[in-house]
């Protein structure tokens, strides 16, 4: 099998200290593969959003090692000092409740992370007309967030998330706000996406309706793996 694209090592994270502590991750393991749609699964505060977020480089690790693509990013720290950056070229994030910008239309919400990324103008255009297309919303280029249905909003933010083709997409809930259809469609885009990129999508859920769609389940409990 191939490198994975995630990889963690005894990764902890505990939030607070004393007697406020809460240990969310406990001495985690997980890899992920190019090409896998792989749930995140687990009851209410078993760490499934603190993983995908310190993953993404948003939360810090108390301890452990993170690699990302092949490059080790986290070893006792942060070993890029530009998390900002790291999130842009490998990350793309899927939130529930897509999280557009209200006052951007459709294109300009996914030309912003192309601009922010440093491609040029005509590229990025190029991008965007390409993205829109893939995802079928290319009649909504011009729509505001407010103007979309849920459907077409979550395809939106999914083509945000594919515009600077990261190896890694992690989605928070991204289907609990849509009907069984239109969830089962977004779970046949990331699988097209973990396909045709190689990308490896993580996705955190309580979904009953898209459980059957993983590739991998890696289930918590506590903070820790329990098995699939
Ligand atoms: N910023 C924070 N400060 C303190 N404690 C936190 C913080 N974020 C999460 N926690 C705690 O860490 C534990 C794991 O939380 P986390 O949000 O990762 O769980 P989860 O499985 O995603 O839960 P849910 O399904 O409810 O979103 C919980 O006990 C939670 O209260």
Request: glycine share 10%.
């Amino acid at each position: 099998m191939s490198a994975p694209i995630v990889s963690l090592r005894g990764v902890s994270k505990h939030y607070g200290d004393g007697p406020t502590r809460v240990d969310a991750v406990r001495d985690l393991d997980l890899d992920i593969h190019a090409g896998t749609v792989a749930g995140l699964l687990g009851p209410s505060g078993s760490g499934k959003s603190t993983v995908l977020n310190l993953i993404g480089a948003i939360v810090d690790p108390s301890k452990g090692q993170i690699s990302l693509d092949g490059e080790m990013v986290f070893d006792g720290g942060w070993l890029r000092p530009d998390l900002r950056r790291l999130r842009l070229e490998k990350i793309g994030f899927i939130f529930q409740f897509h999280n557009l910008i209200p006052f951007l239309n459709v294109a300009e919400n996914i030309q912003v992370v192309l601009d922010l990324a440093g491609w040029p103008r005509p590229k990025a255009q190029r991008r965007v007309a390409e993205l829109l297309d893939y995802l079928q919303v290319a009649d909504r280029a011009h729509a505001m967030p407010a103007q979309l249905s849920g459907g077409q909003a979550q395809r939106v933010a999914i083509a945000r998330a594919l515009a600077n083709n990261p190896r890694i997409i992690l989605a928070d809930e991204p289907t609990a706000a849509l009907d069984s259809e239109r969830a089962g469609r977004v779970m046949d885009l990331l699988r097209q996406v973990a396909v045709e990129q190689g990308a490896a999508v993580i996705v955190v859920t309580h979904d009953d309706k898209v459980m059957a769609r993983f590739d991998v389940r890696h289930a918590l409990a506590d903070g820790r793996l329990v098995g699939a």
